[in-house]
């Protein structure tokens, strides 16, 4: 039986101009108009078209945590403060309601972000203009920032845990390493 060869393959009308290059021109990709692929729109990793407000006249910044605890410090004082921000952002059930009488700050995560990204950067030094100019970037950035704290303290946990007894506060060979 004699050997059967697949016919070429047939190439579309796009992708013969694509591989025939434009004369004058050593990239033939530039003289393409619109989008290369379909696909839904605003799921790209790419560069963010600037919206509304969010004007290429401000600078790009990072938030540093890192370099100023107080700003960590002041997100931990203000959920001590309000419990009922610590059961919306960390648990599950998190609108039930508890006896303390303490209200919540907000109705989801994303708002009591933003209320927490207020309490931090209205007033710093360093921020609060940037903040008064788009508070959706902190809010994010403080979201993030709660993430981290939240992993971190749950990895710490969870490797006290594994020896078995964790950390007795009873005992004084271990009670010097609780912080409080």
């Known amino acids: 039986m004699p050997?059967?060869?697949?016919?070429?393959?047939?190439?579309?009308?796009?992708?013969?101009?694509?591989?025939?290059?434009?004369?004058?021109?050593?990239?033939?990709?530039?003289?393409?108009?619109?989008?290369?692929?379909?696909?839904?729109?605003?799921?790209?990793?790419?560069?963010?078209?600037?919206?509304?407000?969010?004007?290429?006249?401000?600078?790009?910044?990072?938030?540093?945590?890192?370099?100023a605890p107080f700003r960590t410090q002041k997100i931990i004082d203000h959920l001590r403060e309000h419990p009922a921000d610590c059961r919306i952002l960390f648990y599950s059930d998190g609108k039930q309601s508890q006896d303390d009488g303490d209200r919540p700050s907000g109705k989801d995560k994303v708002s009591v972000c933003a209320v927490i990204a207020k309490h931090v950067f209205e007033r710093d030094e360093e921020y609060a203009g940037y903040?008064?100019?788009?508070?959706?970037?902190?809010?994010?950035?403080?979201?993030?920032?709660?993430?981290?704290?939240?992993?971190?303290?749950?990895?710490?946990?969870?490797?006290?845990n594994a020896t078995g007894a964790g950390i007795m506060p009873q005992d004084e060979t271990t009670a010097q390493n609780l912080r409080v």
Do not use: C
């Not at 021109?25 to 509304?52: D, Y």
């Open 131 to 160: 903040y008064a100019a788009g508070p959706d970037k902190f809010r994010d950035s403080t979201s993030n920032h709660i993430i981290g704290l939240a992993k971190r303290y749950r990895q710490g946990h969870d490797k006290l």
């Open 3 to 67: 050997v059967v060869r697949p016919s070429p393959r047939r190439r579309s009308a796009r992708l013969q101009a694509l591989q025939k290059p434009v004369r004058g021109s050593k990239k033939p990709m530039e003289q393409m108009q619109g989008p290369v692929t379909r696909g839904k729109g605003g799921k790209s990793r790419g560069t963010r078209s600037t919206a509304a407000g969010s004007g290429s006249d401000q600078p790009r910044f990072t938030i540093q945590w890192q370099s």
